[in-house]
């Protein structure tokens, strides 16, 4: 998920303990998780939008 501001992180480590930021050509952001699956990918990004996250899947 996009970083919006300095508490980003913190905010999905409340829920994703391991996420990490990371950076792209599109900016700087939190990733919460890599999977080969794509629905466990979109699994747990419905769940970190639910509490409000701006959580997006991001495929390689």
């Known amino acids: ?16 303990p391991n996420a990490v930021t990371e950076q ?3 900016g700087d952001y939190v990733n919460a998780g890599a999977f080969s699956d794509r629905a466990q990918a979109e699994t747990l990004s419905k769940k970190l939008r639910s509490y409000g996250l701006d959580a997006r899947v991001k495929y390689n």
């Open 1 to 16: 998920m996009p970083i919006s501001n300095n508490d980003t992180l913190s905010k999905v480590q409340q829920y994703i």
């Open 24 to 26: 792209s050509h599109l």
